[in-house]
């Protein structure tokens, strides 16, 4: 850690009581937040308002925080130059809870200038609010206007300034990398991950449950499987629990953080493929943002014209699939959600191979990250761009977690293998069946994987590697040293995982 935080005053003690601060619009209605943007605001052929904004995606690089960056006194001015804004000017303040686990739950105290009450109109369609008069856990204040772009967290304090940039995914982001810090600290492990429960036949009249989370960056299909419904049918049943950051506790519970609702990306949404998505996005509660819509209020969710990064909060009630919970009672399967094109639709891992893949973290880099880069294939461990503290620590996490809870891990390429595509149907299907417990399974010599040899409802010999990528024994050796020396730079990593390599 660089430096102490020990000056730095709690989220309690930082700012005056909202509900008493002259200039603080204190937890206002959807309603009123539509009113102070009105200005900002188009109202969709939904009904649904759709907002602008500056900034399309997150600002990785302005980004410090006090445990892992040279966090200097300059850096600090930062934080108490945002608490100084919140205190003299107009703003509006909500307070949300994050998670409902009862060890694992948060106030989150967020405040923003009055003109820009859409993006606490975003949050508060994301999050639940605060019930009675809980003391914040966490505190954001983001200051879209100033002239520096610089997010700067306190992770020890959990105050996050957010300042110069006025995208809402910086305002939700900054109460999920603390929500995974402190499950780090607790022994666990947060995770940039979805996560659902599976009720399937065990019996007659006896349905047993499967848990599953899937980790991948934004448009690799993690929220697209999150929600499917898995083609099952009644009492049998695919249910979505969270959709982007949960935490892994230590006796094998999946604690959610977002109660009410989603932040999905909209570019290319497909009511056919994806009819669940489509109808959450097109009700008149979700909350527009970045997506083309014309003066007539006409939606074009494939238009790029603002951004590749068009994003929707939504509400869980509108998703079909969505639980009522928000917790997983235990995880089963762990799916790490890759587009490389070498990899076969699905392959099974032990803990260290596992642990390996969560280190790779490969994907494709997309518009929510640096749109400048999208398409370039990229590393990010855990897919989590996020994480506080040491990485490969969070590797050696990982591995012993998934062990001792006995957690089956695979990894899933939901691209293509050589030029044929893996589409959502097939990986659907392998979902299905996994759960289901009905995969066979053989070893792959031209990959030195578990591979499936057979798949109930799918043909999946179309998916080998040796038959489908050209030069499939240069490449995948070229790609194996690459990730050796990939893993090779995690100082803490655990040997038997730098070894793993698939």
């Not at 982001?173 to 947060?190: I, P």
Request: proline share 6%; hydrophobic share 35%; with cysteine.
């Amino acid at each position: 850690m660089s430096g102490s935080e020990t000056a730095v005053p709690t989220p309690v003690g930082a700012l005056p009581d909202p509900a008493e601060a002259e200039n603080v619009v204190y937890d206002p209605p959807p309603a009123r937040l539509r009113e102070l943007s009105r200005e900002l605001e188009t109202t969709t052929e939904f009904g649904s308002p759709s907002y602008v904004s500056e900034f399309r995606s997150r600002c990785a690089d302005r980004t410090r925080n006090a445990v892992d960056d040279a966090f200097d006194a300059a850096d600090r001015a930062l934080v108490d130059d945002a608490l100084d804004y919140a205190r003299e000017h107009e703003m509006v303040c909500l307070d949300l809870r994050m998670g409902r686990h009862p060890e694992h739950s948060y106030c989150c105290r967020y405040y923003v200038p009055r003109e820009y009450g859409r993006i606490a109109l975003a949050l508060g369609t994301l999050f639940e609010p605060m019930p009675g008069d809980a003391e914040p856990d966490f505190l954001t204040v983001q200051v879209p206007e100033w002239e520096e772009t610089a997010i700067r967290v306190l992770p020890e304090a959990g105050i996050t300034a957010v300042l110069g940039t006025d995208y809402t995914g910086e305002a939700k982001k900054s109460f999920l990398r603390l929500f995974m810090y402190r499950a780090k600290r607790r022994g666990g492990l947060g995770l940039h991950a979805g996560s659902k429960r599976v009720d399937l036949r065990t019996g007659p009249g006896e349905t047993g449950s499967v848990g599953q989370l899937f980790l991948g960056l934004s448009a690799t299909g993690k929220s697209t499987l999150t929600a499917h419904g898995l083609r099952l049918e009644p009492p049998e049943r695919a249910s979505m629990l969270q959709d982007d950051v949960v935490a892994l506790l230590p006796d094998g519970t999946v604690a959610g953080s977002e109660g009410r609702g989603l932040y999905v990306k909209t570019i290319g949404l497909d009511p056919a493929e994806q009819p669940a998505l489509y109808d959450a996005v097109t009700h008149e509660s979700a909350v527009l943002e970045n997506v083309a819509v014309a003066e007539d209020g006409s939606v074009d969710f494939d238009s790029e014209e603002h951004t590749a990064n068009g994003r929707a909060a939504i509400r869980r009630e509108c998703l079909p699939s969505a639980d009522e919970g928000i917790d997983l009672p235990s995880v089963d399967q762990v799916f790490f959600i890759t587009r490389n094109p070498t990899m076969p639709p699905v392959a099974r891992l032990d803990p260290d191979e596992a642990a390996a893949a969560f280190m790779l973290g490969e994907s494709i880099q997309t518009s929510a990250g640096d749109p400048s880069r999208a398409g370039e294939s990229i590393r990010v461990v855990g897919t989590n761009p996020f994480i506080v503290g040491s990485a490969g620590a969070e590797g050696n996490r990982f591995r012993d977690l998934v062990e001792r809870l006995d957690v089956d891990c695979f990894v899933l390429n939901t691209g293509r293998v050589g030029s044929t595509d893996v589409g959502v149907e097939e990986s659907v299907t392998i979902l299905r069946e996994l759960a289901r417990g009905t995969v066979e399974w053989t070893e792959d010599r031209a990959t030195g994987l578990t591979v499936p040899e057979h798949v109930p409802g799918m043909e999946i010999g179309a998916f080998a590697v040796a038959d489908r990528v050209e030069d499939y024994e240069r490449k995948l050796r070229a790609l194996r040293e690459e990730r050796r020396r990939y893993l090779a730079g995690f100082e803490d990593l655990d040997d038997a995982i730098e070894g793993a390599v698939y």
